[in-house]
């Protein structure tokens, strides 16, 4: 079965630090990857998305970047992290061209910067 | 454009009151739609689907949601709610290619 695996859990970070969350899926190959990010009493905002090993596209411009090293992992960094950078953040899939599937989320990432 | 709206950002009812939860959307064909559920710090959880067939929908906890394209709306429904369904919940649409939409959610407190 597939799983989708997010680290660390919670993370307090430095105004200025630079910051790495991953995101891993087991089970399946070549699928499309999502980076999300929710605001305090916000809703979703996507920040990135991925097609392929080293294919990203941003949706909205920002301190925070993404790569894909590998088929099934997916990276969400930054060189230095701003306070607006706070917040919640989730990594999913699907299965290309199976849109009726939906997304799997990961458990996400709560992100403090202080 | 697609697009979804949830029309409640907040609802509260008491435990064992009956549910129902807004969802509209605007798409041009058949949208495949989705009802997510996400629990304080936790991620996403899929809740149903609609994509075709019958237009009413059973799902995991207890829910259902009826798709009606007359109204453009998916509204999730829960016979008696319980204090574990406390939650935000999220509706969602795809076009059958690779992105979903997603409304700006309902956050449903219950009252015991």
């Known amino acids: 079965s597939q799983t989708i695996h997010q680290w660390p859990a919670t993370l307090v970070q430095p105004v200025g630090s630079p910051l790495s969350l991953e995101c891993t899926v087991e089970?399946?190959?070549?699928?499309?990857l999502y980076w999300y990010r929710q605001a305090a009493g916000r809703g979703l905002q996507l920040l990135f998305y991925?097609?392929?090993?080293?294919?990203i596209s941003s949706e909205v411009p920002q301190n925070l970047s993404a790569s894909r090293p590998q088929d099934r992992q997916f990276i969400l960094s930054s060189k230095k992290l701003l306070l607006s950078d706070s917040g919640f953040y989730l990594c999913?899939?699907?299965?290309?061209?199976?849109?009726?599937?939906?997304?799997?989320f990961g458990s996400g990432t709560r992100l403090t910067v202080v | 454009a697609q697009s979804v709206t949830q029309p409640d950002i907040h609802i509260t009812v008491s435990e064992g009151a009956s549910l129902e939860l807004r969802c509209n959307y605007s798409?041009?064909?058949?949208?495949?739609l989705f009802w997510y559920v996400q629990s304080p710090g936790q991620g996403l959880q899929l809740l149903l689907k609609?994509?075709?067939?019958?237009?009413l929908v059973q799902g995991i906890k207890g829910f259902e949601a009826e798709f009606k394209r007359s109204q453009s709306s998916f509204n999730l429904r829960k016979p008696s709610v319980h204090w574990s369904d406390a939650a935000e919940y999220f509706c969602?649409?795809?076009?059958?290619?690779?992105?979903?939409?997603f409304g700006g959610g309902t956050r449903l407190m219950v009252k015991p």
């Open positions: 969602a649409l795809n076009n059958a290619g690779n992105m979903l939409t």
């Open positions: 089970g399946t190959s070549n699928p499309n």
């Open positions: 999913a899939w699907s299965t290309p061209g199976q849109g009726f599937y939906g997304y799997t």
């Open positions: 609609y994509f075709s067939g019958d237009t």
């Open positions: 798409y041009g064909a058949t949208p495949y």
């Open positions: 991925s097609v392929g090993i080293g294919q």
